[in-house]
C-alpha cells in the first residue's frame, strides 16, 4: 500500500485545516486507516482513526471535538479534518493503514505515508 499525504502548512491559531491522503495499492475498503502526529524530540501519537467501512471512529483525548478522521472508500482517500487549531498541534502528521480493526498503536500499523508538516502560529 502507498499513502501519499498533503494539506499541510501554516496557520494561526484558531484556524481550521484538512489534510488528505491518497492510497493506492490494496483494497481500501478493507483497511482501517488513521493519522499519528509527530513533534520535535517527541514520540509520535495518535490522532485519529475510521474503521474500514467508515462507520466507527477514534480520537485522542487532545483532540476530542476539533479533529476528525474519514474516509472516501471510492477515492481512496483519507482525510483529516482540524478545527480551532493550536500551536500545541505543530507537528508532522502522518496517515497510515492496517488491516484488520482499528488501533491507537503506532506499532499496529503497516503502512505509512511520508508525512506533512502541520504549523500552527500564536
Known amino acids: 500500500v502507498q499513502l501519499q499525504a498533503s494539506g499541510g502548512g501554516l496557520v494561526q491559531a484558531g484556524a481550521s485545516l484538512r489534510l488528505s491522503c491518497q492510497a493506492s495499492?490494496?483494497?481500501?475498503?478493507?483497511?482501517?486507516v488513521g493519522w499519528f502526529r509527530q513533534a520535535p524530540g517527541k514520540a509520535r501519537e495518535f490522532v485519529s482513526a475510521?474503521?474500514?467501512?467508515?462507520?466507527?471512529?477514534y480520537r485522542a483525548s487532545s483532540v476530542q471535538g476539533r479533529f476528525t478522521a474519514s474516509r472516501d472508500n471510492a477515492q481512496n482517500t483519507i482525510y483529516l479534518q482540524m478545527n480551532s487549531l493550536e500551536p500545541e498541534d505543530t507537528a508532522v502528521y502522518y496517515c497510515?493503514?492496517?488491516?484488520?480493526?482499528?488501533?491507537?498503536?503506532?506499532?499496529?500499523?503497516?503502512?505509512w505515508g511520508q508525512g506533512t508538516q502541520v504549523t500552527v502560529s500564536s
Open positions: 495499492g490494496h483494497t481500501f475498503s478493507s483497511l482501517a
Open positions: 497510515t493503514a492496517k488491516t484488520g480493526l482499528v488501533s491507537t498503536r503506532v506499532d499496529a500499523y503497516d503502512y
Open positions: 475510521v474503521s474500514g467501512s467508515g462507520v466507527a471512529t
